[in-house]
Nanobody, 119 residues
Framework: QVQLVESGGGLAEAGGSLSLSCAAS????????IGWFRQAPGKEREFVAR????????DYADSVKGRFTISRDNAKSTVYLEMNNLSPEDTAVYYC????????????WGQGTQVTVSS
C-alpha cells in the first residue's frame, strides 16, 4: 500500500503561481512513477503531468506545457508541481497518483487538493 497526501492548493489570481506537493508513504513508495491529474466541475479527470522513478523523465499535457513543472525529491518521498501563469481554466481538484509503470494506470490516488484561479 502507498499513501499519497496532497497539499498546497488554494486560491490564486490569473497569471499567478501555486505550488503543490504530494507526500508519499508506505512500502516501496519511492518505487513508483508519480502523476498529477485534475478534475474540474462537470468534467472528467484528466492527466496533467508525470515523472519517472528517477525524476529524469517527465511528461506534460499540452495544456500545461511550458507553465507547469513537475519534480521529485526521493529523499523526502515528495513530488512537486510548480504551476505558473495560471488561468481560470486551471481551476480543478488536483490529485497525485502512483503508477507502477510510467505511462500506466494509477495504482494509488491521493485525496485531492482544490486549486481555484480567479480572473
Amino acid at each position: 500500500q502507498v499513501q499519497l497526501v496532497e497539499s498546497g492548493g488554494g486560491l490564486a489570481e490569473a497569471g499567478g503561481s501555486l505550488s503543490l506537493s504530494c507526500a508519499a508513504s508506505g512500502r516501496s513508495a519511492s518505487s513508483y512513477a508519480i502523476g498529477w491529474f485534475r478534475q474540474a466541475p462537470g468534467k472528467e479527470r484528466e492527466f496533467v503531468a508525470r515523472i519517472s522513478l528517477s525524476g529524469w523523465t517527465t511528461d506534460y499535457a499540452d495544456s500545461v506545457k511550458g507553465r507547469f513543472t513537475i519534480s521529485r525529491d526521493n529523499a523526502k518521498s515528495t513530488v512537486y508541481l510548480e504551476m505558473n501563469n495560471l488561468s481560470p481554466e486551471d481551476t480543478a481538484v488536483y490529485y497525485c497518483a502512483a503508477m507502477s509503470k510510467f505511462q500506466g494506470t494509477p495504482d494509488y490516488w491521493g485525496q485531492g487538493t482544490q486549486v481555484t484561479v480567479s480572473s
